[in-house]
Structures are given as structure tokens and as C-alpha cells.
């Protein structure tokens, strides 16, 4: 098994530019999960989908981030503009429908300048 | 709403001994609490869960104790190894039939000394 397939890894990026982080779940999971992770604020949730749909999206931070999953093995956030505040890992992970356990993608390192 | 805590942000250890990693939480009707390592550049790894009807549940070398009167977590890592060192995660559910949504702890820094 791949395990979450995340890309890029890393990413810099300027204040103003658009930003898409992409996520492949594990084959046969069909919850997926959008974390951000800083020292200050820990791990926080941001999107939840359940088959594809949105399930919870309280946690996305304003309207400049966005997330999609167009697909049971796609999913995408975009932060548009980027800010400086926005430099963090975003991570991905995806779940069993019915299940708590999450399966954790290697993460993708934002740098905003 | 609930939250999930930990009392330390950080434990140092010599190699060999035992660990002990504690976490508190605040929603009573939480029903399932996970353990997740984290290392250096990594994403979290499940170590090992437990549903609140249990006290207790052993891996190799880990052990969680469940606490619900003091609402309280633990995680036991016997004979620490250099490898154990991490970031250390707990993790609680929301109430039952609520989803499937976990609330993660701010973590605390394992480190194995040698």
C-alpha cells in the first residue's frame, strides 16, 4: 500500500500567489482530512469529506482557502491569495468511512515569503 | 466542545527505562482515543487506540491506559530506544453519532538519550 500520497512536499511561494496543495488518499478509504500544523496552534483541522462531499468545513480559516475532491482519489486545497500567516504543513489523511483511525500523508511544507 | 490536552510539552529519557506520556480531555462522551507518533518531518503514525469502554490495551512495547473518572490518558513505552524519540500525539472522538473527527492534543517532544 502507497500509504497518503501528498504533493509537493515543499512549496515557496509570495504573499498574493495561489497555492494548490493536492492529496491522494489510500485505495478504499473514503473519509479524507485537511490538517495545517504550527508550533503556536498544534494540528487543526480544516476540511472533513465523506465520499467526496464536504462534510465540515468550520475549520478553513477564511475564504482564501479552498478545498475540493472532485474524486474519490483526488483531492485539492488552494489558498488564494497566500499570506505570510498561512506558512505552515498541511497534511492530508484518510479513513474507512465508520472508522476514527486516520492514515497521515508525509505532509506538504508551505513557506510563504 | 471537547478538547484535548497534554500536561507535558516535553520528557527527556535514558535509554532503557520506561516512558510515560499523559493527556487529559474534556468531553466525557468521547468513545475512542488514539495515539499518534510523530518524527522530525514526518506525518503523525498511529501507534496504538482504545475505545473508552476499556482501561487498558498493550501493543508491543506500548501500553494506553484509559482513566474516564479523571478523564485522563496515558501512554506507556517500555525499554525506550533512540527510535522512540518523537513528537507524541493524543487524540480524542466527539461524542457518538456525532462524526468521525478526531481532536488532537498539542503533542509532547519525546527525547531518548543514549
Known amino acids: 500500500d502507497a500509504g497518503v500520497i501528498q504533493s509537493p512536499r515543499h512549496e515557496v511561494t509570495e504573499m498574493g500567489q495561489e497555492v494548490t496543495l493536492r492529496c491522494k488518499p489510500i485505495s478504499g ?37 479552498s478545498a475540493k475532491m472532485p474524486n474519490a482519489s483526488f483531492s ?3 489558498i488564494q491569495p497566500s499570506e505570510p500567516r498561512d506558512s505552515a504543513v498541511y497534511f492530508c489523511a484518510s479513513s474507512l468511512a465508520g472508522t476514527y483511525t486516520q492514515y497521515f500523508g508525509p505532509g506538504t511544507r508551505l513557506t510563504v515569503l | 466542545g471537547e478538547s484535548v490536552g497534554l500536561h507535558l510539552p516535553t520528557l527527556s529519557v535514558q535509554e532503557g527505562d520506561n516512558s510515560i506520556i499523559n493527556c487529559a480531555y474534556s468531553n466525557s462522551a468521547s468513545d475512542y482515543f488514539i495515539w499518534y507518533k510523530q518524527e522530525s518531518g514526518k506525518g503523525p503514525q498511529f501507534i496504538i487506540d482504545i475505545r473508552s469502554n476499556m482501561d487498558k490495551r498493550q501493543g508491543q512495547r506500548v501500553t494506553v491506559l484509559l482513566n474516564k473518572t479523571v478523564k485522563h490518558l496515558s501512554l506507556q513505552i517500555a525499554a525506550t530506544q533512540p527510535g522512540d524519540s518523537a513528537v507524541y500525539f493524543c487524540a480524542g472522538s466527539g461524542s457518538p453519532g456525532s462524526n468521525y473527527k478526531l481532536t488532537f492534543g498539542k503533542g509532547t517532544l519525546l527525547t531518548v538519550n543514549p
Not at chain 1, 508550533?39 to 468545513?57: A, K, Q, S, T, W
Open chain 1, 29 to 65: 478509504h473514503n473519509s479524507l482530512f485537511w490538517y495545517r500544523q504550527t508550533m503556536m496552534r498544534g494540528l487543526e483541522l480544516l476540511i472533513y469529506f465523506n465520499n467526496n462531499v464536504p462534510i465540515d468545513d468550520s475549520g478553513m480559516p477564511e475564504d482564501r482557502f
Open chain 1, 76 to 78: 485539492t486545497l488552494k
